[in-house]
């Protein structure tokens, strides 16, 4: 059983930056991808970034240019989150999949004044 683990949300003022983290119990190279995912309340659950396991990326056309997803040579996938809006507030979640999805349980992300 595959779980993953997002740490690193919080509240932040427009303008700033966070990053989050998702930790995963086996090596992230053994899943054909590794994305981020969020959900603000009322809305539905949107694809933020993902990366495969070469080393695509892919990013939702809202957060290009702010947000920059990367790994390290292990389990661990990060978000980097720049320029953040109020609109980007939200629970961020980390998403794999391999023959079943696996979510992490959700960090939240408050972008406020």
């Known amino acids: 059983q595959v779980r993953l683990v997002e740490s690193g949300g919080g509240l932040v003022q427009p303008g700033g930056s966070l990053r989050l983290s998702c930790a995963a119990t086996?090596?992230?190279?053994?899943?054909?991808?590794m994305a981020w995912y969020r959900q603000a309340p009322g809305k539905q659950r949107e694809l933020v970034a993902s990366?495969?396991?070469?080393?695509?990326t892919d990013y939702a056309d809202v957060v290009k240019g702010r947000f920059t997803i990367s790994r390290d040579r292990k389990n661990t996938v990060y978000l980097q989150m720049n320029s953040l809006r109020p609109e980007d507030t939200a629970v961020y979640y980390c998403?794999?999949?391999?023959?079943?999805?696996?979510w992490g349980q959700g960090t939240q992300v408050t972008v406020s004044s």
């Open positions: 998403y794999t999949h391999r023959g079943v999805e696996y």
């Open positions: 086996e090596s992230i190279f053994s899943f054909k991808v």
């Open positions: 990366m495969s396991a070469g080393g695509s």
